[in-house]
């Protein structure tokens, strides 16, 4: 079993950068431990998250997703993360959002495990309820259940796109194994509170920009804000960020209008952190 190195975790600062916000209680106490083939890595500010060394670790589509939705909705009571996966959006949402309430589904049982793992480690299990299933079945909800804001990375291809890969967490990330960007706009559209929104990211290119368009409208939602997504300066756009609301809670001159932003840009020429994703780092207690 891997030892926990409590004494680096504690430090404040890591290369100049000062660490912001609450020291969970696995800090300390350096419980949950990783076992063989997992690590803990730094996901905001003194939180760490579990991964599978060789399996799905998060990425840089997590931590916008997660970003970009609480700025647009920095007063949830009640969050809903669809496919949650290890729980990387979740758990920085809630690091984001401290007075929040946490509903996270996923259908993959090490993934599950991993998340719960986190959330004791972090300190969130009395608000961040992790729930195992496809997040299509009704029964995973409550009655009338409802959110102020749902988050969502769906998987971005269709299971005959392309390679799969070796590892089943990563393929169901990647690929569509049990839900579609329509099914998660479908189920964001359902259990939307009044006025809630749904924020996710999904790519732009070779046609993938018309099954967001054709996914939203299916559920009846309006993008009301789109940001592009370029991984390096002078590229044209691989993602966007969306953030939706339901039509009928839109004045009728809104629900077919998006604030298009200027595109957000992950490196530079030569390849270092654009300054403005330094900031948004910065703003979920990242290195930047």
Not at 60 to 79: F, M, Q
Not at 107 to 134: C, H, M, P, W
Not at 207 to 218: D, H, I, P, T, Y
Request: hydrophobic share 35%; proline share 9%; with cysteine.
């Amino acid at each position: 079993m891997q030892e926990p190195q409590s004494s680096s975790w504690e430090k404040p600062q890591f290369k100049g950068w000062t660490k912001p916000g609450p020291k969970p209680p696995g800090l300390h106490s350096g419980e949950p431990r990783p076992e063989p083939g997992e690590t803990l890595d730094a996901i905001s500010g003194y939180f760490r998250i579990f991964q599978l060394a060789e399996g799905h670790r998060f990425s840089t589509d997590d931590v916008l997703t997660a970003w970009y939705g609480t700025s647009c909705c920095p007063r949830a009571e009640r969050v809903l993360d669809l496919g949650s996966g290890i729980g990387s959006v979740g758990m920085i949402a809630a690091w984001r959002l401290p007075g929040s309430r946490f509903v996270t589904i996923e259908a993959q049982v090490e993934s599950v495990r991993l998340a719960r793992k986190s959330a004791a480690f972090n300190g969130l299990t009395d608000r961040y309820e992790i729930r195992q299933g496809d997040f299509r079945e009704n029964a995973l909800f409550q009655p009338n259940e409802r959110f102020d804001l749902v988050l969502g990375s769906p998987p971005y291809f269709p299971l005959e796109a392309g390679i799969h890969g070796d590892h089943e967490q990563k393929i169901a990330c990647r690929f569509e194994v049990r839900g579609t960007i329509h099914d998660y706009c479908s189920i964001a559209a359902q259990r939307l509170a009044p006025g809630g929104v749904f924020a996710c990211i999904f790519p732009v290119r070779d046609g993938q920009m018309e099954r967001v368009l054709s996914a939203s409208k299916s559920a009846d939602l309006a993008i009301v804000r789109k940001r592009p997504v370029a991984l390096k300066e002078g590229e044209e756009p691989l993602l966007a960020l969306f953030l939706m609301m339901s039509r009928n809670d839109l004045p009728g001159e809104m629900r077919d209008m998006t604030w298009m932003e200027p595109p957000l840009v992950i490196r530079r020429v030569d390849g270092s952190v654009h300054p403005e994703y330094q900031v948004i780092k910065l703003s979920f207690g990242f290195p930047p």
